[in-house]
């Protein structure tokens, strides 16, 4: 008796090209692997056999190489529609089994993975009657009823670990075995395959120049289905040399654009325990936490930069975490409409030098590396010379009926005036009982509009406020605008880490002296201080379960920073990454930023949930990147605008949360002024007003 062979079934209607899916994929495996392949059709007993010949199958050939033993089975004559002689099919490292209900309910139990593959129903009958010609066609709406009958009662695609649209150009194969490659349960038999993860090799390119980067970013991605651009759209005057930044300078000084395109190019969505990650043609689908996922594709160092390249992003996954995650790190379940986390592995990416004034341009090396660069260079000298002034593209709004008098979005609040100040009251009686110090009270404000172009919205947004953060990211109907003035958590390749929060905010008025003195009312005020001061001794917290003992420190504590439409308060938490830390899991314990939750983080949030009665979303979660050098840099998700296609027919759906912190000494209109305050950079740039 040999070990039990790990075991592949393969399912999906008839013609959707399974056979030529198992025969490729197996000469694949046969790189490291022995390979055993069993195709159903040879055990169908007849043009009515289906039912008959999936027990058969599973009874005489499942059953028995689950056990590590040869399956011998009676085969059909197709010829003389009868049985055949016996045959055997000898267990390997890796068996493949493929057919109509290869992977039936009765299967199941005795598989580790599961693949269906999906084609148009025209393709489908095409491809099957050009492989069994006349035979096949007499039978085809007889089997095909013996088909729909068994997935009326068995729904197989809806539970397959990996889903491919096998459109047989050839590359069904490759994505598929991609996709695998993240099942937990193949993670042991499939190691060579994993191992093609690390080593990768780097290819970059430094050009002297300053494109624009809207201009760039249309010009390489404007068509693409996900896309990313972590935009560090304000620029500080003045700026230092490299090394010698002011701590905004420094935020400022990178801009990232690339999308799921090319060889590795993949693209990964979370909701509520399941991981859906997209690879080509071929979609894996992983049950288990989001941050458990995470570790198992980042924080090794897979990759090196050039000498000279001062970014820290060398290629890797790129997107967003949705405040909801907290359900991994302490807070209740709460669902969310949004996917909670949506991220691309950029395989290629345009990093913008801001301080040096460069492009480089990254790839990981593959056949079709030479190509993509040639075609970045071409975007970058195209939007060098022709492009529109910095920030340049149309700053309208593209809206159509959108359900306003004047045009703009009409928006409703979660809350009123008068509920908002009841949860404030709430708030301060659960910190009265001890039960917090600070809870970041936060409501949402939403839209629907008949149309609005979220391209047009965003390259406003970035003109009326520029932030370090600002980022716009696409994953097919869902946008994400947001132009972020805040850090969550950086974590150098190193091993520095770094978190700066936010805490306390003051409009910017256009008189010098009332802006002055709304300046000088925040650097002396004793509640937005002691809020300040509570979430930076939250955040030493988070980051000592992971840093070196003694290594924490506070280098900057309330520090006041202006941007176009606010004045904020600023600290900075310095430490070092403990050596050999799981870096997802530092940054799980660090997850959602204190500055969005309040003190203590745990009780805080579950106060929260009863209060805000509903979910968050992307709002109050981090946007950045997790890079191949073990690096990430993750901004606070705030004044973002979320942005969801209604589908066929559908209305635009627009979502912006906004929140503030409330402590004992907290006063309730001055709160209400303050959300106010902070949904108003966003809402005037859309023409729309603060909700009655």
């Known amino acids: 008796m040999t070990p039990a062979p790990v075991i592949i079934a393969i399912d999906g209607r008839s013609g959707a090209g399974k056979t030529t899916l198992a025969i490729e994929l197996a000469a694949r495996l046969r790189n490291h692997h022995k390979v055993s392949l069993f195709h159903l059709e040879d055990i169908y007993p007849g043009w009515d056999g289906l039912s008959a010949g999936i027990e058969r199958y599973v009874e005489t050939v499942l059953v028995p190489l689950r056990r590590g033993e040869a399956a011998t089975w009676v085969s059909w004559d197709w010829e003389n529609h009868c049985d055949g002689g016996p045959r055997v099919t000898l267990p390997a490292e890796i068996v493949i089994v493929e057919g109509v209900g290869a992977a039936a309910a009765p299967a199941w139990p005795l598989l580790d993975a599961v693949i269906w593959a999906d084609s148009p129903d025209g393709e489908r009958r095409t491809r099957a009657l050009e492989r069994d010609g006349d035979t096949y066609e007499p039978f085809w709406d007889q089997w095909a009823s013996q088909e729909d009958e068994l997935l009326a009662v068995d729904d197989i695609p809806q539970h397959a670990h990996v889903r491919v649209l096998n459109r047989a150009d050839g590359t069904a194969p490759a994505d598929a075995l991609q996709a695998l490659t993240y099942l937990p349960g193949l993670t042991t038999a499939l190691v060579p395959e994993l191992s093609s993860r690390r080593g990768l090799r780097l290819l970059s390119e430094r050009i002297e120049a300053r494109p624009d980067p809207a201009s760039l970013f249309q010009a390489l991605y404007g068509t693409s289905g996900n896309a990313v651009w972590l935009d560090s759209s304000l620029r500080v005057a003045g700026a230092a040399a490299p090394g010698m930044e002011t701590p905004a300078a420094e935020r400022s000084r990178f801009s990232i654009l690339a999308d799921d395109g090319g060889t590795f190019g993949q693209s ?91 492009v480089w341009l990254l790839a990981l090396d593959a056949p079709d590396a030479a190509g993509w660069l040639a075609r970045a260079r071409e975007a970058v000298a195209d939007a060098a010379v022709s492009a529109a002034p910095e920030g340049g593209g149309s700053n309208a709004v593209v809206l159509a009926e959108a359900g306003a008098s004047n045009g703009a979005p009409a928006f409703a609040g979660r809350d009123s005036e008068a509920s908002y100040k009841r949860k404030i009251a709430e708030a301060q009686h659960q910190i009265t009982e001890g039960n917090s110090y600070e809870v970041c009270l936060t409501t949402t404000l939403e839209a629907k509009v008949p149309a609005l172009d979220p391209w047009a919205a965003y390259l406003a947004l970035r003109r009326r406020n520029p932030a370090p953060f600002a980022s716009y990211l696409r994953f097919g109907g869902l946008t994400v605008a947001s132009t972020s003035p805040e850090r969550f958590l950086r974590i150098a390749s190193d091993g520095g880490m770094r978190a700066e929060p936010i805490k306390g905010t003051r409009r910017r008025a256009a008189d010098p002296e009332t802006d002055a003195a709304l300046r000088h009312d925040l650097a002396t005020s004793l509640k937005d201080r002691a809020e300040n001061i509570m979430i930076v001794d939250l955040l030493r917290n988070d980051l000592s379960h992971f840093a070196e003992p003694g290594s924490v420190t506070v280098s900057r504590l309330c520090e006041i920073e202006s941007y ?66 073990g690096a990430t840099d993750l901004a606070v998700a705030i004044r973002t605008l979320v942005v969801q296609d209604g589908g066929a027919g559908g209305q635009v759906r627009l979502s912006l949360g906004v929140g503030g912190a409330i402590t004992a000494d907290s006063v309730a209109q001055d709160e209400y002024e303050e959300i106010r305050t902070k949904a108003y950079g966003v809402l005037s740039t859309l023409g729309s007003a603060f909700p009655d």
């Open 268 to 358: 990964v969505l979370h909701s509520s325990g399941v991981t859906r990650v997209t690879a080509g043609c071929a979609t894996a689908t992983v049950s288990g936490p989001f941050f458990r996922w995470l570790e198992t594709v980042w924080g090794r160092k897979a990759v090196r930069g050039a000498e000279d390249y001062p970014c820290d992003f060398t290629l890797g996954w790129l997107g967003y975490l949705g405040y909801e995650l907290k359900r991994e790190t302490g807070g209740h379940d709460v669902p969310s409409d949004t996917p909670d986390a949506g991220l691309i592995f950029a395989g290629r990416a345009v990093v913008l030098d801001h301080t040096d004034n460069t």
């Open 564 to 629: 176009a439409t606010v004045h904020q308060l600023v600290s900075t938490i310095d430490a070092v990454l403990l050596p050999g830390s799981p870096r997802a899991e530092a940054v799980a314990a660090c997850f959602p930023a204190g500055s969005m939750t309040g003190a203590p983080k745990i009780s805080t949030m579950a106060i929260l949930d009863r209060l805000e009665e509903g979910p968050r979303g992307v709002y109050s979660g981090a946007i950045g990147y997790f890079s191949l050098n």
